[in-house]
């Protein structure tokens, strides 16, 4: 009888191999998870921002004011609750005094894209009923034709590391992104 010489790993290998695999997965996990969390805030930030830019911009080219609002159905503004924004608007500002979007006129939308994100608008956002108007110079201006200084915040309550972006907004047009790290998400 002849023995054949099997090869193959011995249970020592096998257990020396699987305590590795188990120590990078444990590194390796949570921070996947964080970048995965960063890169929800930051897609959701840029997204916010572009709309701000194209109803900037719309402003400019139609030389009419045009309205960045809140809009809880996608389709009208309205008042942002308490809990935050579900979404937006950018159409065509109604002639003052009137509030919203005329109707039909709406350019893009955007929603809330992930259920563990934030959107909190600053106060005088707020008093606005949710309406930034854009007026045909790229001056930002609430629904009193009074100038918008500002600021919208986003965050995600439980990320780690910097987990809140507030994007401000100046009467003058100006658009900015900063980061920073807070305990949970307040109003700007």
Not at 45 to 55: D, F, I, M, R
Not at 137 to 154: E, K
């Amino acid at each position: 009888m002849r023995t054949k010489n099997i090869q193959g790993f011995t249970v020592l290998e096998l257990m020396v191999s699987t305590i590795v695999l188990l120590i990078v997965l444990m590194i390796a996990v949570p921070a996947f998870t964080g970048l995965v969390q960063n890169n929800r805030l930051t897609g959701q930030v840029n997204h916010l921002v572009a709309g701000l830019n194209l109803a900037k911009a719309e402003a400019v080219k139609r030389n009419q004011a045009v309205l960045f609002c809140h809009s809880a159905d996608a389709t009208t503004c309205s008042a942002p609750s308490a809990d935050g924004w579900q979404g937006w608007l950018v159409g065509q500002a109604q002639p003052r005094p009137n509030t919203g979007i005329v109707a039909g006129s709406v350019v893009t939308s955007g929603v809330l894209e992930s259920e563990q994100i934030t959107i909190l608008a600053g106060a005088a956002i707020n008093l606005a009923a949710g309406e930034i108007r854009f007026l045909p110079q790229g001056l930002i201006r609430n629904n009193n034709n009074a100038p918008l200084t500002s600021a919208i915040r986003v965050c995600m309550a439980n990320a780690e590391g910097d987990n809140v972006r507030d994007i401000g907004i100046s009467s003058g047009g100006q658009i900015d992104v900063t980061s920073r790290e807070l305990n949970g998400c307040q109003v700007p």
